[in-house]
């Protein structure tokens, strides 16, 4: 047994990091400076549209992609139920009402012809589908446009596992209306916390920079009433303190600078996992794609058996996690919407055998064949035990 812990997802800081965050504290502006335009800048470009707009963290991100979209009290949008609990919980912030649809067991993604059905049996408009890129795997986002424009609908995707994923020659963030993305420490880059939305929209963007500021406007253009001068600034909509700070975009300026490295590390420990983990009986691994960012190595086993595999697993200084909980289980969906077991049975079932394996770029081979060894002797010890 290790005596090292290994974490399922850790940052990897350099110290050019550090010095770009020293320099910022250094100099005259901590939050609402230079750095913000800067990091957006070169995120766009990174990405390859026109606009970024960076936010507080992920969930925020979310909040302005919706509030952006136009999503309005009793508004349906159309979300997977496998994700973190942000991104329905997004339109609900908006007092919309979450519609899940099921997910595709051939890429763990929400599929779009559930999303197909959804839509056409909704009792109410849908303003916004919003699929999510799980654990890196881009969504198939043609087949969702043709679904969102069918309903007259915008397209958000949730790319906060997706830096640098790609669909062919277009990184992932291009092609949604709106584009979100995470910078949560165990995500592709970190700004400690922070978020990102994408498009090519420059009104999008303009009502994403307004949201995120309290709603308050200070250029003249922009002004509903008339402006008074210099000083003046007028709120224009109820928005929220969802900037973020100088400090934090000089880390994400830093880190931006090798997430190319950092993933293409993650796709090398996705295909050595792959290789070594491909004849362990009761295990299924991944779907794979070309442009997969791997922020998750997602294997699946028999739901029997998961509990015991992930206790002897975390035993052994191994920090597996599981992603995710069914959304539409727990408890605030259910005694608010009626979401009940049963309701989206591939999400249920794969979500019941998930397990999320260490993967992050300091990960070392060490690390990675310690994980394969106790893999290899804990499942067939799991399933001995369930087939007595």
């Known amino acids: 047994m290790s005596n090292k812990f290994i974490p399922y997802g850790h940052q990897s800081i350099s110290e050019e990091d550090i010095q770009a965050v020293v320099d910022i504290l250094r100099g005259d502006w901590l939050t609402m400076g230079p750095s913000v335009e800067e990091f957006e800048r070169a995120f766009a470009d990174y990405i390859g549209v026109r606009e970024a707009v960076t936010f507080s963290n992920g969930t925020a991100a ?8 136009g999503v309005r009290p009793g508004d349906g949008v159309v979300a997977p139920s496998m994700t973190f609990a942000a991104t329905s919980n997004a339109a609900v912030y908006c007092s919309a009402v979450p519609l899940f649809a099921d997910l595709s067991p051939q890429t763990l993604c929400l599929d779009p012809e559930q999303t197909r059905a959804v839509c056409k049996s909704a009792k109410r408009p849908i303003k916004v589908i919003a699929p999510v890129s799980f654990a890196g795997y881009p969504v198939d986002i043609a087949a969702f446009r043709e679904v969102a424009a069918a309903n007259g609908a915008l397209l958000i995707e949730d790319a906060s596992h997706a830096l640098g994923a790609e669909r062919g020659a277009r990184k992932v963030g291009q092609e949604a209306d709106l584009t979100t993305f995470s910078f949560h420490p165990v995500k592709h880059i970190t700004t400690g916390e922070g978020g990102m939305v994408t498009t090519n929209s420059p009104e999008l963007a303009h009502r994403l920079r307004v949201f995120r500021s309290h709603g308050i406007v200070k250029q003249p253009d922009d002004f509903v009433r008339p402006y008074a001068g210099p000083w003046d600034n007028d709120m224009i909509d109820l928005g929220y303190n969802y900037r973020l700070s100088d400090i934090s975009c000089a880390l994400g300026m830093s880190q931006l600078k090798r997430v190319d490295a950092f993933v293409a590390r993650r796709k090398a420990i996705a295909s050595e996992y792959r290789e070594k983990l491909s004849d362990i009986p009761g295990t299924v691994l991944p779907p794979d794609h070309p442009g997969h960012s791997y922020h998750l190595f997602s294997i699946w086993v028999e739901p029997h058996i998961r509990k015991n595999v ?28 009626a979401y009940k077991e049963g309701d989206y049975p591939n999400t249920e079932r794969l979500s019941a055998g998930e397990i999320s394996l260490p993967i992050y770029p300091d990960m070392t081979g060490e690390d990675i064949d310690f994980v394969v060894d106790q893999l290899r002797q804990i499942v067939p010890r799991a399933m001995a035990v369930l087939n007595d």
Do not use: D, E, W
């Open 62 to 69: 979310l909040h302005g992609a919706m509030h952006a979209a």
């Open 310 to 337: 992930f206790m002897a697993l975390r035993k052994a200084q191994i920090g597996v996690q599981v992603h995710y909980v069914p959304v539409h289980l727990h408890t605030y969906y259910r005694n608010t919407f």
